[in-house]
């Protein structure tokens, strides 16, 4: 997640609503990289990620050059502003819920791309779904946007690129 957002907007939680049943989604860190857990093959990288590759957190802070961000895990949201018949199968909150949230405490634009892991029970369709379509789903809320700071907004991630496959 990168924000670049005009002004000092803060991303104060990214969600996904997947069509199916997901579950169980919790935050984690990561033993080794990405590419150390897959494997190119014929140019899609796939992988099994076991018990040993990572560590349940309760949460995650993420450093920002304005101060740190701390990200908490969220199952089955309500209440998304803009969106009022949508449910988060995950949230990722600074806040109690996704509207929520301190705006100070919320990812600043700093031009780094900033990198949270966690793990949990996918639709089937989403499971076998390319990156770019799991993005697809997902919702950022944007607090101290604006001029002045005093208003919020939701955004929809939408890919503008076309599908690539990773080496």
Known sequence: ????????????????????????????????????????????????????????????????????????????????PGFPHTTLDLALVTGNTFSGGKPTDGLAKDGVRHEIAFKGVLPVAVAAAHIEELLNDAYLRFRN???????SDTGIFVNLLPRVSCP
């Open 145 to 151: 946007v604006g001029p002045t700071g005093n208003e």
């Open 1 to 80: 997640m990168q924000n670049s957002s005009d002004f000092d907007a803060r991303v104060t939680s990214l969600g996904f609503a997947w069509v199916g049943q997901s579950r169980d989604f919790e935050l984690v860190q990561l033993a080794r990289t990405y590419n150390q857990l897959t494997t190119s093959v014929g140019g899609v990288r796939r992988g099994t990620i076991g018990a040993s590759d990572y560590t349940v957190l309760q949460s995650v802070v993420v450093p920002s050059s304005l101060g740190d961000v701390e990200f908490s895990v969220r199952n089955d949201v309500h209440g998304v």
